[in-house]
């Protein structure tokens, strides 16, 4: 999720009538709603700013973020088993920082799925 700052709240409203009969309902939206026009946008430089303000402690994580993210899904991949290791340790690390879980861990090698 990414939450939109309370100064731009006013920006992100919703106007909703629940039937003809009943009077208009203003909502402020909280987060990002997936689906508008800014929301990738808004999404790579969450992860770019992500990489601006930790990266210089997980430099593996901050390149990789850098090159190997499409979308909402990170590809990559490393030479040995011990890089890609480090690699998921350093994004867990980076991610968490800064309040964001990463799930749906896929990888070609069965002693890394078990941890």
Not at 28 to 36: A, E, H, L, Q
Not at 86 to 93: D, G, H, V, Y
Request: glycine share 6%; proline share 1%; aromatic share 12%.
């Amino acid at each position: 999720m990414i939450f939109i700052d309370e100064s731009q709240r006013d920006i992100w409203r919703i106007v909703w009538k629940e039937s003809f009969d009943d009077s208009i309902k203003t909502y402020k939206m909280n987060r990002v709603v997936y689906g508008t026009t800014c929301a990738s946008y808004l999404a790579r430089r969450v992860l770019k700013q992500l990489v601006m303000d930790d990266g210089h402690s997980y430099p593996l994580a901050a390149s990789t973020v850098g090159s190997d993210m499409y979308m909402n899904g990170l590809i990559s991949g490393a030479a040995d088993i011990y890089s890609v290791k480090q690699l998921k340790e350093q994004l867990i690390a980076l991610f968490r920082r800064r309040g964001i879980q990463l799930h749906k861990w896929s990888f070609n090698c069965i002693e890394l799925l078990a941890n």
